[in-house]
């Protein structure tokens, strides 16, 4: 980076001592590098000049330009309740501005009879526009004043910030500081070379950086935006392919090229049903993976219901076919003995040996687990989080399998690898499908497997959306379903800070359930966190083999829950649980032949995120289409520009909701460059490990290396 770009904000005319420490606590910058690298989030047009007429409800907290006349001026209350009111006018109508503060300052220069530019943001009460600390300015004064582009950015800010510093203030020092590095041939060193800009398409950074502060035309503000969000996307994929390169070199992988007994007997005498299509295909990846010498990393997508435990555990066969052992490890209690009875059964006749080990498992069940572990005569091991603790040692650790990886910790899942010397090959599976933009930037390093097809026979979820005042219909539904002899599960939402509320809401509801639908004609089960394990397992064998009606549950049943006959799922308080929290709910139901359904029952009241999620439920079962949704509604309304902060990379100005063409044409270009250039170290690429390392930071973070 150029010495001009370390320069420290303070210098940059306009800002001074106070406002550059302001602006280093509020919003962390600190040179004029920082300020540059900001982005404004928004554009107005202030070549527009609205009418006050223009002005409606759909315009509120936008900012409007205004031309009027001051034709009113009052004050209001005393003190520091103290206010200012100033009636304007233009042809078309009348409004008000308004302040609370800087009284006496803005007293001086707003004249009767004048007219003004006014900037701000109206709100509208009982049909009346007025505007809360616009910036004014008069006419004559604004119109000779000479701007630098029509499209005058919108840069986030703080409550406090934006007190001292006004939105046209800000746009000031950013251009005060562009006009420090204007002169600078060298200020930004260009990371693309003119070849592949020009293959590209790109225009070059400096013009990139001017035109996204001072756009000159909505043309050029959209090749600006490209170019920025270009360079971050590339940074990204240079970190994540350098290290996928580093780690297929560094590990080799356990080759298991028999395709041996287990395996045969099991697929031609005992598979219950015929695969899908899609099944066979992940399988196939697996074993081409599996026999490359290479360790495998792999991540398999299927949405709920697809048939993911049968890939687990045909693809386990292979391992124990050539002699290594493999563990499955699940997310709950409740899955992992749900895999146990299904993998044993799967096991009969095949002459190996399937273990389980849990939190909960008793002694007996512990030594049998953990010995024959040890001693290599357990090939299958079935368990939750226990299996990572230290004393389960394993004879020969050849293949590990993660199901509904989500729900663990990437530490968690690191320290199950560093069990043996060599990394065994790993199969990450999750229901909750990431958005391809997602996968490629979290998990650019794994390979990718799909299961898009589900099993033939099942009929679509039908999903409905009943406020609370329609419960009675609801119940008399639930009653209908029940005298088919089908099943039903209630879930109520557990949020951890109101844990307690949470629960009473639980118990509420099974106490009402119980009265509407009393025994003996009805049987209703509880299954919750709290309970003890023994408690859970009963309740849950109980819905199980058909013994209740009703399960009342938490989101403990989440995941992975089969059972077939049950058909309805109702969702209360629906609003309050997330996207994908949902979709894994009501993917519980619609695994048998039968129609199913799920109700989502929500208070009235709702959200405008919350009322989305609720309809986009209703309008689709594909969960990829969910996905991208949610990402979307998460990333809205975020003016901060923080939206994915959450996850491994921060971004600025792109959008991994949105830039998926961006994404793949980055990926393929950073390959490119680390085929000639592995670790970036000639002097040519020096600003381009700028852009790789911008993203170092986060490293610790790290989604894609889980070897
Ligand atoms: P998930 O991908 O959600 O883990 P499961 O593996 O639990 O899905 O499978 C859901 C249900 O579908 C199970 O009852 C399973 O036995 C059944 N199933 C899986 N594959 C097939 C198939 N190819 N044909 C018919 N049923 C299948
Ligand atoms: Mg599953």
Partial sequence: MSEILKREIKYVSGVGEVRARLLEREVGVRTVGDLLMRFPYRYIDRTRIFRLSDI???????????????????????????????????????????????????????????EYIIFGRPTIFKGRVSLVHPEIEPVEQALSRKIESGFQGIYSTTEKLSQTITVKAMHTIVYNAWQLVAGNASAFVDPLSDAMRRRLGLISLREAIYNIHFPQSAEMLKQAQYRLKFDELLGVQLTIQARRNSRHKRAGGFLFPRVGEAFNTFYKTKLPFALTGAQQRVIKEIRADMVSGRQMNRLLQGDVGSGKTMVAFMSMLLAVDNGYQACIMAPTEILARQHYASMSRFAEGLNIRVAILTGASKAKERRTALEGIASGEVDILIGTHALIEDRVQFANLGYVVIDEQHRFGVEQRAKLWTKNQQP???????????????????????EVSVIDELPPGRKPIRTYHYFDSARLRMFGFLRQEIAKGRQVYIVYPLIKESEKMDYKDLEDGFESISRDF?????????????????????????????????????????????????????????????????HQLRGRVGRGGEQSYCILMSGDKLSKDGRARLEAMCATNDGFELSELDLKLRGAGDIHGTQQSGEAFELNIANLATDTQIMELTRNEALAILEQ???????????????????????????SDIS
């Fill in 424 to 446: 065994p090959h790993i199969l990450v599976m999750t229901a909750t499908p990431i958005p391809r933009t997602l996968a490629m930037t979290l998990y650019g390093d794994l």
């Fill in 56 to 114: 409606d409800e759909s315009m509120e907290s936008t900012y409007v330009q205004l031309r009027c006349r001051v034709v009113g001026k009052s004050f209001m209350g005393e003190g520091a309740k103290r206010r200012m009111i100033v009636e304007i006018t233009d042809p078309t109508g009348t409004a008000e501005l308004l302040w609370f503060h800087g009284i006496k300052w803005i007293e001086k220069r707003v004249e009767l009879q004048r």
């Fill in 518 to 582: 009393p025994l003996p004609k009805y049987r209703t089960t509880v299954c919750h966190g709290k309970m003890k394990s023994e408690d859970k397992d009963a309740a849950m064998s109980q819905f199980k083999r058909g013994e209740a009606d009703i399960l009342i549950a938490t989101s403990v049943i989440e995941v992975g829950v089969d059972v077939p006959n049950a058909t309805v799922m109702v969702i209360e308080s629906a609003e309050r649980f997330g996207l994908s929290q949902l």
């Fill in 677 to 703: 250039d592995a670790d970036l170290s000639r002097p040519e690429n020096i600003s381009l490990r700028e852009l790789r390392d911008r993203h170092k930071r986060r490293e610790h973070i790290d989604f």
